[in-house]
Nanobody, 123 residues
């Protein structure tokens, strides 16, 4: 059974930092595209950051460029999202996602999803 489990969310003030982690179990995703999505109350799900298997190709939403960094440790089957200079508009449930196929698109085609971790940024 494949599971993605996120951790690291919390309540912080504007300007603070958080590091989210997502640990995968049940299969290896070392050759797979993985991503972080977020969903704020009353809004649709948004792709925040994504990475191919090696980390050589990445995507960041314009709203987080320069503040968020996606990284992965394939040996640990874990991905991270370092979030710096957080803003109230970053408040959302953050979920990681993974693909089965090798070399998939960064933007779509995710097969597995975690339950998410809440990030709340106060002003």
């Amino acid at each position: 059974q494949v599971q993605l489990v996120e951790s690291g969310g919390g309540l912080v003030q504007a300007g603070d930092s958080l590091r989210l982690s997502c640990v995968a179990s049940g299969r290896t995703f070392s050759s797979s595209t993985m991503a972080w999505f977020r969903q704020a109350p009353g809004k649709g799900r948004e792709l925040v950051a994504a990475s191919n298997w090696s980390g050589a190709t990445t995507y960041y939403a314009d709203s987080v460029k320069g503040r968020f960094t996606f990284s992965r440790d394939n040996a640990k089957n874990t991905v991270y999202l370092q979030m710096n200079n957080l803003k109230p508009e970053d408040t959302a449930v953050y979920s990681c996602a993974a693909q089965i196929r090798y070399g998939g698109s960064l933007y779509s085609g995710y097969d597995y999803w975690g339950q998410g971790t809440q990030v709340t940024v106060s002003s």
